[in-house]
């Protein structure tokens, strides 16, 4: 006789091994998937569908800006059961104790957080972050349990030109059979054969063509639909061209008012459906390609695997009945400690005037000064421009209309570092300023604005609360700041209050003039390893020619 079981769970199943939908049955017995047949239950549940519960293939949870037990209180309800989390951000800000108090974190959430140890912090030596991680370091934290690849490596260069510790981090993770993580925005021809010999996945394609390439070399494709980056549509097309079994989906970096409006990986499934993709490669795309990609145990329904299921109402509308894991019904934190154990004092630096934040025109300049701009044209990408700003006073002070605005990152790690200056083209604002504690990657404080006194304000307010975000109308005095005192980066809120609190931010923002996006593009604008200008607390980076250039051409 066939032995009861706990949970037999009845409905379409979405069989993500054989691509296709089947009418079944899933027992579960003591957290684990033991048969795809009827059995006797202790309990039984109906569900129009039946698939695995989803993973995201490669996601920064300090974007969202609450801590992971946060994190996935929004997601697990949505389908969501795994992420494959770069904790990049909080090691740039808090090195090797950070990465090892966002593992720990991990233990206060039933989502099943596996994670990449991050390869490149700092980003690169261009300017100042919070921590460095060795390659000692990077071997040391590789023996994690929860660990499970090498995470994106950026220096690219490094990669190319033989760099020891960046090939030491590499062949840390291979000794112990574990993938590694690529970011290879834009590489091509010879030197994308040559990194396609050392990196496993990529992540940052934006064009059809830039993907196809990376999929032939065998380069396991992510596309992303992030907050900022939104590529999802524009590759999909790649479905048809490859085996899809080699593509994931993922997020990268998917701010709070996305997540709780519209989910995390699980609203890619869905778009992906409603472009037309079949609905169960795009399951297939977030479950068992991710699981292959990282050797996960579940992101599958299949005897042996843990009970990791997602109980739907209609499949093409991702409409979520229930959420099993590891066989518990729609679970939940019950011993959460009250505080995390990551740092929140973290933003340290002398209190700014507008005076600080200027560009001193030369002597015998005339009535106006060229200078390069930052042309920030959506995503996370910035094009190089040119532009003649006013002098005033012996300042290079952009005229009011909005165009072009100031610029400044200023180091916020207590280790010397100094301000950046620069001027950035397409954010839109009209006047006041904007600023944020949250900058790719080195996360160092930074501040845009049609008025100097506003941004050096905004500097100081975000110093006082410890980091965050926060945007000032010097017409009526508002300041709206989203506190994220958590490194800096995220806070210990509820994630609901931390929308509230971000959405008064970008209203306030965008009645400015801030575009659509903008809060996100910002934080990207000193990011000096994605072309093509960047601003880092030390200056101006030509990211194509990796050094620092002068703002002023003439």
């Known amino acids: 006789m066939t032995e009861s079981v706990d949970t037999l769970v009845r409905g379409t199943v979405v069989n993500v ?8 049955a899933v027992a579960v017995d003591d957290g684990e998937i033991v048969a795809l047949e009827e059995r006797p239950a202790a309990r039984t549940l109906d569900a129009g569908y039946v698939a695995p519960g989803l993973i995201d293939a490669h996601m920064h949870v300090e974007s969202s800006m609450v801590t992971l037990p946060e994190y996935g209180d929004a997601v697990l309800p949505r389908g969501v059961t795994s992420v494959v989390h770069d904790p990049h951000e909080i ?4 090195g090797e104790a950070g990465v090892r108090a966002v593992v720990h974190d991990a233990d206060h959430t039933p989502l099943k957080a596996r994670f990449t140890v991050p390869s490149s912090v700092p980003a690169s030596s261009l300017q100042q972050a919070g921590a460095t991680l060795d390659a000692e370091t990077v071997a040391s934290l590789l023996e994690l349990d929860s660990v499970v690849a090498l995470g994106e490596v950026m220096d690219i260069p490094g990669v190319l030109a033989g760099d020891d510790e960046v090939h030491e981090k590499i062949a840390a993770a291979r000794e112990r059979g574990l993938p590694v993580d690529g970011h290879m925005p834009g590489v091509d021809g010879a030197a994308l054969h040559e990194v396609a010999r050392y990196l496993d996945t990529d992540h940052e394609s934006v064009t059809l063509a830039e993907a196809r390439a990376k999929a032939d070399l065998g380069i396991r494709v992510y596309l992303r639909e992030g907050s900022s980056s939104r590529n999802l549509a524009d590759l999909l097309p790649l479905t048809d061209a490859v085996d899809t079994r080699h593509l994931s989906l993922c997020t990268d970096d998917r701010e709070v008012t996305d997540i709780v409006d519209r989910g995390g990986v699980d609203f890619a499934v869905k778009k992906a459906i409603d472009e037309g993709a079949d609905p169960v490669e795009a399951v297939q795309m977030a479950t068992l390609n991710t699981a292959e990609s990282y050797d996960l145990p579940f992101g599958r329904i299949k005897p042996g695997a843990p009970a990791d299921l997602v109980l739907l109402d209609e499949l093409e509308s991702w409409d979520v009945a229930h959420v099993m894991v590891d066989g518990e019904l729609d679970p939940t934190a019950d011993d959460r400690p009250e505080s995390t154990e990551l740092a929140t004092d973290t933003v340290t630096f002398d209190p700014v005037s507008g005076e600080d934040l200027a560009i001193a025109a030369a002597d015998g300049t005339g009535e106006t000064v060229r200078v390069r701009v930052i042309d920030a044209v959506g995503g996370l990408q910035t094009d190089p421009m040119e532009a003649d700003v006013p002098v005033e006073a012996d300042t290079l002070v952009p005229a009011d209309d909005g165009d072009i605005l100031s ?16 001027f950035v083209h397409g954010l839109g604002l009209r006047r006041g300023a904007v600023g944020s504690t949250v900058a790719h990657d080195a996360h160092n404080c930074v501040v845009a604005g049609a008025d100097r006194d506003a941004m050096a304000r905004v500097a100081n307010h975000l110093r006082d609360i410890g980091g965050g975000i926060a945007v000032l109308d010097p017409a009526t005095e508002e300041m709206a700041s989203l506190p994220l005192p958590v490194a800096g980066l995220m806070s210990e809120e509820p994630i609901e209050t931390v929308y509230e609190q971000y959405e008064r931010v970008e209203a306030l923002a965008t009645e400015l003039g801030l575009v659509a996006n903008g809060l996100m593009e910002l934080s990207f604008l000193a990011l000096e390893v994605i072309p093509t200008y960047r601003l880092t607390n030390n200056g101006l980076v030509d990211v194509e020619m ?6 002023v051409l003439s």
Not at 91 to 94: D, I, M, Q, S
Not at 410 to 422: S, V
């Open 407 to 422: 610029l400044a990152v200023i180091e916020r790690h207590g280790r010397g570092g100094g301000i950046g200056r620069g």
């Open 91 to 94: 090691a740039n800000v808090l």
């Open 546 to 551: 990796g050094e620092h250039v002068d703002v």
């Open 17 to 24: 091994h054989t691509g296709r939908l089947e009418e079944g």
